[in-house]
């Protein structure tokens, strides 16, 4: 199994609702990712979990809280959005993360109303 | 931070030709990695070089990493409708790889 699960693919949400991204891999990787991605842009690291713990955080605004609960899983909280972040949300996993190629999911493509 | 530039930013090609992208920055990187990204997907990763001077190949694709590692090219011989997309390079930053801005490639049958 060499596939990052991302769910869910769509997400819309108002400026005052929660919501959640999720992110799974079962390649025993040690590193998970998520990176934020606007149309005709690279990918833009957000967070790094380095065996579960958080090693980078690329100065994110709040509203946007990482957890990774075990090995696995790699959640993304999502809470009183702006809509100018609006964007496709992807996952990634390394094996042990710096200096590894990274697998990534094919992301949530979330629209902020 | 690490930053790195790409050159073109677009290209269209008619089905057959060879097309090379470049990805250069003003100081020394560790390292390279390349990332294919098709329209509505997303990236994938191709290769990483590492060493000065270095050449791979996969099929049509060759990679090069300068003798300066300043820069480096991914060129695609005989371009195919599935090569479409945008490649991006991508270098290390402290402990974390960073996307330059991409090319993205359009194929005409």
């Known amino acids: 199994d060499t596939e990052v699960t991302q769910t869910p693919k769509h997400l819309v949400m108002g400026m005052t609702n929660k919501k959640s991204l999720k992110c799974e891999q079962h390649m025993g990787h040690r590193a998970m990712y998520w990176y934020k991605q606007k149309a005709k842009k690279p990918p833009e690291l957000m967070f790094v979990?380095?065996?579960?713990?958080?090693?980078i955080n690329e100065s994110v605004p709040s509203r946007f809280s990482p957890e990774c609960p075990n090995s696995s899983l790699l959640n993304l909280h999502l809470h009183a959005l702006q809509p100018e972040d609006s964007a496709l949300y992807l996952c990634?996993?390394?094996?042990?993360?710096?200096?590894?190629?990274?697998?990534f999911g094919s992301g949530t493509q979330l629209s902020v109303l | 931070g690490q930053q790195v530039m790409q050159i073109p930013q677009y290209q269209h090609v008619q089905e057959g030709e060879d097309f090379t992208t470049y990805c250069n920055s003003s100081?020394?990187?560790?390292?390279i990695q390349w990332y294919k990204q098709r329209p509505g997907g997303h990236p994938v990763f191709l290769i990483q070089l590492v060493k000065s001077g270095e050449v791979k190949k996969q099929k049509r694709l060759t990679f090069q990493f300068g003798e300066a590692k300043k820069n480096s090219s991914l060129h695609i011989t005989a371009t195919q409708t599935t090569d479409v997309g945008t490649y991006f390079c991508?270098?290390?930053?402290?402990?974390?790889?960073?996307f330059g801005p991409g090319t993205r490639l359009s194929v005409l049958p």
């Open positions: 100081t020394t990187l560790s390292n």
């Open positions: 990634a996993s390394s094996r042990q993360g710096y200096n590894e190629k990274l697998f």
């Open positions: 991508a270098t290390l930053d402290g402990q974390n790889f960073v």
């Open positions: 979990y380095s065996y579960e713990k958080l090693s």
